[in-house]
């Protein structure tokens, strides 16, 4: 019987190893089929991440644990995964730690530091108590809202240790990554910031937002810093559509039975399962499985 796992040993392994996982986020069914075929096949471990919009979206939190781990069981996918809440509310978070997920990710960076570290505390006491990993986040990360994209905060180095103290597994701290496109003004990620952060907190993994679209030359840096999850949607989500759009450019919709939903989402799934490889790749989480 295929199983979900905590992300906290495999990112333990990341940090050690001077590597990183990949979190990819699932939007529908066909992401899931994608990211666990090329998980499998490169024989990586995974972190499938789950906003609050795609529960809603898929069904909810339960919903969503059980098509990741029947899909698992029809497929035999036996490297590890982690099922993980991405930039949860206090209640998305304790709503799926009740519901089947093995990681959640308690997104309090718009609260005060106080009242982050009084909630990220209680939700690490909910979750820990079932052997559920805790991603926390301090430093806002920017992105596009309404068509007017936010640069990316830097997170307080001292903040991060406070919220580090609270024994959590993981954590995303601002460091001028945004989600969604960059900008052709972006000054890159400040990798001062990411330092004195590590230095602070220790061997605690850190995680990397928004990592669509960041230079390869970046990525590795940032991974050499203390990075071991980096956290990709965009390029996947871009890498759809695309393949849908040449689909119906090329009128393949008019072939005999192309206008099945299947035959069209075909070369989304293979289009979002390259990419995710591709960031694998990159990652070097390729045969840590
Ligand atoms: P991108 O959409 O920019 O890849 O960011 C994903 C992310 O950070 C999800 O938390």
């Known amino acids: ?5 905590s992300a906290k040993e495999m990112l333990q392994k990341a940090e050690a190893g001077h590597y990183a996982v990949g979190h990819f986020n699932l939007n529908n069914m ?10 499998q096949e490169t024989h990586s471990p995974i972190i499938l991440g789950v906003s609050g919009g795609s529960a809603k979206y898929m069904g909810g939190y339960r919903t969503i644990a059980e098509t990741v ?19 949860g509310s206090y209640e998305d978070a304790l709503n799926a730690i009740e519901n089947g997920f093995s990681s959640v990710m308690f ?15 209680e939700v690490v006491k909910r979750a820990h108590a079932k052997g559920i990993s805790v991603e926390a986040e301090v430093g806002a990360i920017g992105g596009e809202e309404d068509g007017i994209i936010a640069m990316g905060e830097c997170a307080d180095p001292q903040e991060c ?11 995303a701290a601002g460091i001028g990554n945004i989600h969604g496109k960059y900008p052709a003004n972006w000054a890159g990620l400040n990798f001062d910031v990411l330092d004195a952060i590590k230095k602070q907190t220790g061997d605690l993994p850190l995680v990397l937002h928004g990592g669509s679209g960041i230079p390869e030359d970046q990525i590795k840096k940032a991974i050499s ?32 039975k192309g206008y099945t939903q299947r035959e069209i989402f075909k070369t989304g799934i293979a289009e979002m399962k390259r990419v995710c490889i591709e960031k694998m790749t990159m990652f070097g989480s390729l045969g840590k499985a």
């Open 1 to 5: 019987m295929a199983y979900l796992v």
């Open 225 to 256: 810093l203390g990075v071991s999850k980096i956290n990709v949607n965009t390029e996947c989500q871009v890498a759809f559509s695309e393949a849908v759009k040449k689909y119906y450019a090329e009128h393949k919709d008019e072939e005999s």
């Open 69 to 87: 781990l029947g899909f698992m069981n029809y497929k035999n996918i036996n490297v590890p995964v982690a099922l993980h809440v991405d930039h």
């Open 30 to 39: 066909e992401s899931i089929v994608a990211f666990l075929e090329a998980a």
């Open 161 to 171: 240790k406070k919220i580090a103290d609270l024994g959590i597994d993981f954590l």
């Open 107 to 121: 997104d309090g960076s718009a609260y005060s530091i106080e009242d982050n570290l009084v909630k990220t505390k």
